[in-house]
């Protein structure tokens, strides 16, 4: 078997690393070296302005913009626009004055980052933007495969959106935050935890919907990116996932989980 | 992830037949499902008692099967412990023939009946891949459209599966569903229109009560679940890796109501 092209590094290449930091500025810098100074040449994002990045095409010509604009040395701000004009989101993320580290998990259709605050609240927050996998389908039948989030809103608020359930994209023609991810529940929707019998987590892709022309589909995969288990598993911790017959790949834990009952957590390949 | 071990036709053997069944000769389906299970090793070392091969951590199921009357055919289901998992029933015509379709395997045995709306019974012994076999202590499932008695008691359906949850057998909704995290869209398409053909996984309880403890334990041996609008009866060949594809049926198990999903068994 293959491995799907979500996970395939050479259809959806990725990178990763991790710093601290104690001002955003470094972040951006950082964004640069990722997205477009590191990575090979037919996998780099463009970068203009400075701060605004735009990741490749895919095989139809879609691709999405990520404008980051330092709000203060701890709070980092995100536009996400796709290729029709759509702004997706605007989020923030925030980290502590005294200093956090910052994460990058990044790749050819993907930018997650976050950061985690030594010690006082906010202790984790992020900031997501995905140009969807919809391999093998028709790439045109998902007509916005830009999907994205973060911690706050725009005013630098929890809304009640920043949390895994909830991803920002194009229903119909009007961008909206909805709970778009498969989960992991029986067809009566009793919810079962992701795991397995000997306490191996159990790992599936992260499937997502949208509605398309009035009725709602599954419209692509994230890349790069597994929905795990939540609690006990703590944030950083890494594991290993076979991704095919002869391959395994490791994934990192992420802030990004499930509050009460803590079913769902996202992990992202690190290896 | 990961290889398809449940869909791998050398560590899951499988066959196909269809006949037509004599009106009340219930006997006819035992007959034919003894000769399929001998050609996959299957053992029957009491008369009407059929026992399959061991899986990598020695466990088995047993099938004992009976005719309770002229137009019902009947399967018990135990587990190499010796739990009862379950006993559940199909009809077959009385005034005329019914089509009946076997579908056999090392690990796996499903009779469906054309008979009326379509009736059927199952087991499976779980393929647990990626995790070690030995970690799922009961691994044997088990369903019906009929209690044992022949009567109607809302189990029926591809929802319920007989299993043991720690050492308890006992029927619960276990089918994983292509469902949003809150619960509220069930969606069985892609935006291309394609319909979606996923692992038959289900849940036990393993370790204790409470929500912790469901953990998904296995998947159906070649068996997929798909959308429920195929008819009953009709092929279609699914792509099981991105370089191979193979025919699955559609069978008469449906989710209650009818509404989202429908059993697919590999027949070639």
Redesign the interface.
């Given at each position: 078997?293959?491995v799907?092209n979500f996970?395939s590094s050479s259809f959806a290449p990725f990178r990763y690393y991790t710093e601290r930091v104690t001002d955003m500025t470094s972040v951006l810098t950082t964004l640069t070296a990722e997205l477009v100074t590191n990575p090979a040449l037919a996998d780099k994002w463009t970068e203009a302005p400075a701060g605004t990045f735009q990741c490749p095409s895919d095989a139809s010509g879609r691709w999405m913009k990520c404008a980051f604009t330092r709000i203060s040395a701890n709070v980092m701000q995100m536009i996400l626009t796709d290729n029709s004009g759509n702004t997706i989101c605007t989020r923030r993320a925030s980290g502590t004055t005294a200093g956090f580290y910052a994460t990058y998990y990044t790749g050819k259709f993907h930018c997650f980052l976050e950061f985690m605050s030594e010690s006082t609240s906010p202790a984790y927050n992020f900031l997501s933007a995905w140009l969807m996998d919809?391999t093998?389908?028709?790439l045109a039948?998902?007509p916005y495969p830009v999907v994205g989030n973060g911690t706050l809103n725009s005013g630098g608020n929890a809304d009640g959106y920043g949390v895994?359930?909830y991803l920002f994209a194009v229903d119909g023609a009007v961008p909206a935050a909805t709970?778009?991810?498969?989960?992991?529940?029986?067809?009566?929707?009793?919810?079962?935890?992701?795991?397995?019998?000997?306490g191996?987590g159990?790992?599936?892709?992260c499937?997502i919907?949208?509605n398309?022309g009035g009725t709602?589909?599954?419209?692509g995969r994230l890349c790069q990116a597994?929905l795990g288990p939540g609690l006990p598993t703590a944030v950083g911790v890494e594991t290993q996932?076979?991704?095919?017959?002869g391959t395994m790949a490791t994934f990192k834990a992420t802030l990004l989980n499930?509050t009460t009952?803590y079913r769902?957590r996202l992990w992202m390949r690190k290896a | 992830m990961g290889n398809p071990t449940f869909l791998d036709s050398t560590l899951y053997p499988f066959r196909y037949y269809s006949e037509s069944v004599p009106a009340n000769t219930s006997t006819q389906i035992t007959t034919t499902l003894r000769t399929e299970l001998t050609a996959l090793s299957w053992t029957e070392p009491v008369a009407k008692t059929f026992r399959s091969p061991a899986d990598a951590a020695g466990r088995y199921m047993t099938l004992v099967v009976a005719e309770p009357a002229a137009n019902r055919w009947n399967m018990a289901l135990y587990d190499s412990s010796g739990i009862s998992i379950c006993s559940r029933s199909l009809y077959i015509n009385s005034g005329s023939p019914t089509t009946v379709e076997y579908y056999t395997g090392k690990a796996h045995v499903l009779v469906n009946s054309n008979s009326g709306s379509g009736y059927w019974v199952y087991v499976f012994l779980l393929d647990t891949f990626p995790d070690d076999p030995r970690f799922l202590e009961h691994p044997a499932v088990g369903g019906g459209s009929f209690d044992s008695a022949g009567g109607v008691d809302g189990r029926g359906f591809l929802d319920y599966v007989f299993a043991v949850d720690n050492a308890v057998a006992q029927p619960a909704v276990r089918m994983k569903a292509l469902i949003t995290m809150n619960g509220t869209q069930y969606i069985s398409r892609m935006a291309s229109g394609r319909y979606l053909y996923v692992p038959a996984w289900t849940y036990q309880l393993v370790g204790g009560a409470g929500f912790p403890n469901y953990v998904w334990t296995g998947k159906f041996p070649q068996a997929l679940m798909g959308p429920v609008t195929p008819v009953l009866g009709t092929d279609w060949v699914i792509p099981i890796t991105y370089a191979a594809s193979a025919t699955f049926r559609a069978t008469s198990v449906v989710n209650s109501g009818g509404t989202y999903y429908r059993l697919f068994m590999r027949k070639a």
């Open positions: 078997m293959t799907p996970l919809i093998p389908d028709p039948s998902c895994i359930q709970q778009r991810m498969k989960g992991s529940a029986t067809i009566g929707n009793t919810s079962v935890n992701m795991s397995m019998p000997s191996r159990f790992y599936d892709e499937l919907s949208q398309v709602i589909y599954w419209t597994l996932v076979p991704v095919d017959d499930e009952p769902w | -």
